[in-house]
């Protein structure tokens, strides 16, 4: 495998030098286009560098412990050695889907054929597209993201050579649950610019799982850009699983461009990762567009969470509804910015944001910051968030009918993230997301069962002693 060895301290001009050399092999399908937003995003990420505490945006996030490692920085796509029949061996438990397989970075063709294809539905590799699906990527690619507000965003871009791409034409809803697995398992730290497209046609419906997860406990900084467009009328019903190690840092850009009559419902659970940074950017740019963007996250150690969400409504008649719920415990930090901006002509808007935290322990910390940008007069908007401890009078009415003070600890944790787990559609993935969380708040996610895959250990059934039935 063609890669860099990034070191820590000259870091923004390597990346720009290897950009130089390697740009002619990167963009070698790239349409007059593409060639030109490659060398604006190499511009922008050479100008801003990459992000620091002294950002506003950035405040509470530091990247400067992770980026103080030396990377490789794989310049071709390659799995390794590794046994993709092993690593790769089952799905989620009683949850069938079409997987899409990353490790490392790298697209893995397993040969398997999605039963929709023959209705015209594309899943490849990025770099596969660029070759076979040169009109649909010079059409999409790089005109969702914002360059200008990332410069990671715009690293990601320069780079790009590979991930995954989705296509579904108009009028086409596919029936399988496409699941996406990108697995890190190298004994060398990676810094990978992972980059995907989903482009959902007119009237079309999708279901999309993300599934971020580590095999090892190596170091990993992953750069993750993913790009959304939903036309007129289509359906997405989306998850994000965030299962990393306390050493690997994901960035995980979601754009989402939703025409009229576009409906999203993403959903983000994580539940590990030593640094998480999530950014939704939802912009609702068609009449009677509507978006739930919802999150969980269940933080302890030193572990950080970011998450950070941008809706813009760009149209009249939309609706947004955006909840986040986390738990932090031990020396764990967390960070929530939430921005709801409605321009001028987005009349009857009707925008909702809301996030709530329980801190366990007095060394836990939470920076939230819900904001309203409003320039429309005809609107329904509202927005709130709350940081405090487990409920004490719900905490004495459990122990009062003989639950004990750990039970009752953890039945109240259950319920505080369950509003949101009880969210997911797909029933299958709502029972092993349940088991899931059951076990994280007890402290059992051990690093061998932290990839929901489950790869290397037969399935168990977490049984949770309280029947919350008799409450």
């Known amino acids: 495998m063609e890669e860099s060895t990034i070191n820590p301290q000259y870091t923004r001009d390597q990346l720009v030098s290897l950009f130089d050399e390697r740009s002619g092999v990167l963009g070698r399908y790239d349409s007059g286009r593409i060639n030109e937003l490659r060398k604006r995003a190499i511009a922008q990420f050479a100008a801003g560098g990459f992000p620091h505490t002294k950002m506003e945006k950035w405040r509470n996030t530091d990247l400067s412990k992770v980026l103080s490692h030396t990377f490789t920085f794989p310049m071709e796509s390659d799995a390794g050695e590794a046994d993709l029949n092993e690593v790769f061996k089952c799905d989620v438990p009683g949850f069938r889907t079409f997987m899409v397989a990353q490790l490392n970075g790298a697209f893995i063709d397993r040969g398997h054929t999605l039963g929709d294809a023959a209705k015209g539905v594309v899943v490849c590799s990025l770099s596969d597209a660029f070759k076979n699906h040169a009109e649909l990527i010079d059409k999409h690619f790089g005109t969702v993201a914002e360059l200008e507000e990332s410069s990671l965003a715009a690293l990601n871009t320069a780079f790009a050579h590979d991930g995954v791409f989705i296509y579904v034409p108009d009028n086409v809803v596919v029936e399988e649950t496409i699941q996406m697995v990108n697995l890190i398992n190298s004994a060398d730290g990676v810094f990978l610019q992972t980059r995907n497209l989903v482009v959902l046609g007119n009237n079309s419906s999708l279901r999309l799982v993300q599934c971020d997860d580590s095999v090892d406990d190596h170091t990993g900084f992953i750069n993750a850009v993913t790009?959304?467009?939903?036309?007129?009328?289509?359906?997405?019903?989306?998850?994000?699983?965030?299962?990393?190690?306390?050493?690997?840092?994901?960035?995980?850009?979601?754009?989402?461009?939703?025409?009229?009559?576009?409906?999203?419902?993403?959903?983000?659970?994580?539940?590990?990762?030593?640094?998480?940074?999530?950014?939704s950017h939802v912009k609702l740019n068609g009449r009677g567009a509507h978006a739930d963007i919802l999150g969980v996250y269940l933080m302890d150690r030193n572990q950080h969470i970011d998450n950070q969400v941008f809706v813009?409504?760009?149209?009249?008649?939309?609706?947004?509804?955006?909840?986040?719920?986390?738990?932090?415990?031990?020396?764990?930090?967390?960070?929530?910015?939430?921005?709801?901006?409605?321009?001028?002509?987005?009349?009857?808007?009707?925008?909702?944001?809301?996030?709530?935290?329980?801190?366990?322990?007095?060394?836990?910390?939470?920076?939230?910051?819900?904001?309203?940008?409003?320039?429309?007069?005809?609107?329904?908007?509202?927005?709130?968030?709350?940081?405090?401890?487990?409920?004490?009078?719900?905490?004495?009415?459990?122990?009062?009918?003989?639950?004990?003070?750990?039970?009752?600890?953890?039945?109240?944790?259950?319920?505080?993230?369950?509003?949101?787990?009880?969210?997911?559609?797909?029933?299958?993935?709502?029972?092993?997301?349940?088991?899931?969380?059951?076990?994280?708040?007890?402290?059992?996610?051990?690093?061998?069962?932290?990839?929901?895959?489950?790869?290397?250990?037969?399935?168990?059934?977490?049984?949770?002693?309280?029947?919350?039935?008799?409450?």
């Not at 600890?409 to 319920?415: G, N």
């Not at 895959?453 to 039935?469: G, P, R, T, W, Y």
């Open 227 to 279: 790009e959304v467009v939903i036309g007129r009328n289509a359906k997405l019903d989306h998850y994000k699983l965030q299962n990393k190690n306390d050493r690997s840092a994901l960035i995980n850009a979601m754009y989402y461009h939703l025409e009229s009559g576009a409906e999203l419902s993403t959903n983000s659970i994580s539940l590990n990762g030593g640094l998480i940074r999530n950014e």
């Open 312 to 471: 813009d409504h760009a149209s009249p008649d939309c609706t947004s509804n955006e909840m986040f719920k986390g738990i932090l415990d031990d020396h764990a930090s967390g960070v929530f910015n939430g921005h709801i901006l409605v321009r001028q002509d987005a009349q009857r808007t009707n925008a909702y944001q809301n996030n709530k935290n329980i801190l366990i322990s007095d060394k836990a910390v939470i920076d939230t910051k819900p904001f309203l940008e409003i320039y429309a007069d005809d609107v329904k908007c509202s927005h709130g968030a709350t940081v405090g401890q487990l409920d004490a009078e719900a905490m004495f009415y459990l122990r009062s009918r003989g639950i004990g003070i750990e039970n009752a600890r953890m039945l109240l944790m259950y319920a505080f993230a369950a509003e949101i787990i009880n969210q997911i559609s797909i029933p299958e993935l709502r029972l092993r997301i349940d088991d899931l969380v059951k076990k994280r708040l007890r402290g059992e996610l051990s690093v061998c069962d932290q990839c929901v895959l489950h790869c290397n250990a037969k399935e168990q059934k977490v049984a949770f002693e309280i029947d919350m039935s008799r409450i």
